[in-house]
């Protein structure tokens, strides 16, 4: 593991020891895997230079790791809980993928592990690194307001310390990375309160709840379920309550990714729905369901900031679809934060563009390696702002950037921060390239992204593969010796060969 670090730390470093110390102050909010990336990439230049720094991290629960924390008890709705994860969860993604630079999950880890393993990691990355003294647990901003002019100032920070005391802190610089899964989107229906308020005698009262608040199947026993939505949690649902619910159905607007493979002969697939009534569900193509007892959505999540919105630092307007709101400043319409440059900092005109930084906005992207990308750039930019464009430049390029999307036929303001079509790679390269070229770190010849991580989009037959391996029980033939991030990627490698030839014939 010291090679690796040493390794890790020589791509990332340059002459930052023949800089001047400076008095610098950065916030910030959030212990999940992008709190960490950026609390880990301040803390690697060495101590001459961040002498003078004040760097805090503020977590609201009682340790690292985000969602990957479990919550010592759900809160029941209309409350949120701490976390959407429940305890059958299991990655869709395996986890070499999933890690940070130089950092891979200890030997014996499954390829697609329950989240025990995930929160283990990241405990691990936090103890190797040292990172826990500048966590401050227990700690939840409250609100973040800018005071100075357009050119120069810092954020007043309020928030509530582990003795529920309100207190404040000033900082140059805010980082959120806050993460994506905390506050649901919740779609609302014509008549669903008739729907709920008609009861079944001899059946549990109708329910429609959203993922965020699903823990256990076994509640769907013997009952019939309709699940909105078959990403990841809708489709752990909808497999989870299979084997026990009486019937599953699966609510679909459009076809799903084939990324995310079949979905289960067993399970119905039916339109999205149109509307309720006290005898049961309209669908959009005029099919009426009497039979269902409970709707659970997975319908995903909305970028909502509060202490931002409490502070003014950020407008929540649902309705935002407009490049105008860009002189009113930093805006949220819940899908899409803007504007931002590269999906990281604020381009609001009250202050300076390396002032408030979003790190982990992007997804379908694999989080703990993006966050790297994404804070390198970031703390960089920080440090010294002339690597940037001027705003004017940063925000035509963002223009660019959403005509771009019209064009192949999304809208940026409802595709949000999405990285479609596998460019989460190239997007990550991108940013790294830019510091080379610009000369703040050092142009090895290197891509930042690995050709293994790359070619991870290629193992088609990998997920298959594993299953069969723990339907046969050799887990442990298939994950002995494998330490390394080059044997990790030797193994994906040989797995997906293996599984391709089972079900082809052919090895290549």
């Not at 120069?152 to 582990?162: E, L």
């Not at 140059?172 to 990375?177: E, P, S, T, W």
């Amino acid at each position: 593991m010291v090679n690796l670090r040493q390794f890790v730390f020589s791509i990332f470093t340059t002459n930052w020891t023949q800089q001047e110390p400076e008095h610098k102050s950065f916030v910030i909010v959030g212990a999940g895997s992008a709190g960490l990336a950026m609390l880990k990439t301040l803390s690697d230049f060495p101590a001459a230079r961040r002498g003078e720094w004040d760097v805090s991290l503020f977590e609201q629960r009682r340790n690292v790791g985000g969602i990957w924390l479990p919550e010592l008890e759900t809160a029941p709705p209309p409350s949120l809980p701490e976390t959407p994860l429940y305890p059958r969860l299991h990655t869709n993604t395996p986890v070499p993928t999933m890690t940070y630079p130089g950092f891979p999950f200890e030997e014996g880890t499954p390829l697609y592990p329950s989240h025990e393993y995930i929160e283990d990691y990241h405990q691990r990355y936090t103890d190797y690194h040292n990172l826990t003294s500048l966590i401050k647990f227990h700690h939840t901003v409250v609100a973040a307001s800018w005071v100075g002019s357009p050119a120069v100032g810092r954020w007043n920070i309020t928030y509530r310390d582990h003795l529920n005391n309100t207190r404040h802190k000033i900082a140059d610089h805010l980082v959120v990375a806050t993460g994506n899964n905390h506050y649901p989107h919740i779609p609302h229906w014509q008549g669903e309160d008739d729907w709920l308020a008609s009861h079944t005698i001899g059946k549990p009262r109708r329910e429609l709840l959203h993922t965020i608040w699903y823990r256990d199947p076994l509640k769907y026993a013997n009952l019939t379920v309709l699940v909105v939505g078959y990403r990841a949690s809708g489709s752990d649902v909808a497999k989870q309550a299979l084997p026990i619910a009486k019937k599953v159905y699966v609510s679909l607007r459009s076809p799903i990714d084939p990324s995310q493979g079949d979905i289960p002969e067993d399970i119905h697939v039916v339109p999205q729905i149109s509307h309720f009534s006290a005898r049961g569900i309209t669908l959009a193509d005029g099919q009426f369901l009497d039979d269902v007892d409970a709707v659970v959505l997975g319908t995903g999540y909305e970028n909502k900031f509060p202490f931002l919105d409490i502070g003014g630092t950020i407008v929540t307007d649902p309705a935002a679809h407009s490049n105008d709101t860009y002189k009113q400043g930093l805006v949220t319409n819940l899908r899409y934060v803007f504007p931002l440059h590269k999906h990281i900092l604020s381009l609001c005109p009250s202050y300076p563009p390396t002032a408030l930084a979003f790190i982990g906005l992007p997804i379908f992207t694999a989080n703990c390696i993006s966050d790297t990308a994404q804070s390198l750039y970031a703390v960089h930019a920080m440090l010294n702002p002339k690597l940037l464009p001027s705003r004017e430049d940063m925000l035509q390029e963002l223009f660019e950037y959403e005509d771009d999307l019209r064009r192949r036929g999304f809208d940026p303001y409802n595709v949000g921060h999405r990285q479609l079509n596998g460019s989460s790679n190239d997007y990550m390269d991108s940013l790294i390239d830019h510091l080379k070229q610009k000369g703040a770190l050092p142009n090895d010849g290197r891509k930042f992204i690995e050709p293994w991580r790359r070619a991870q989009l290629n193992h088609e037959y990998l997920k298959r593969g594993w299953l069969r391996v723990e339907e046969l029980g050799i887990q442990d033939r298939w994950l002995r010796g494998v330490k390394t991030e080059a044997e990790w990627a030797d193994m994906m490698e040989r797995l997906n060969a293996w599984q391709r030839k089972w079900e082809t014939g052919s090895s290549s």
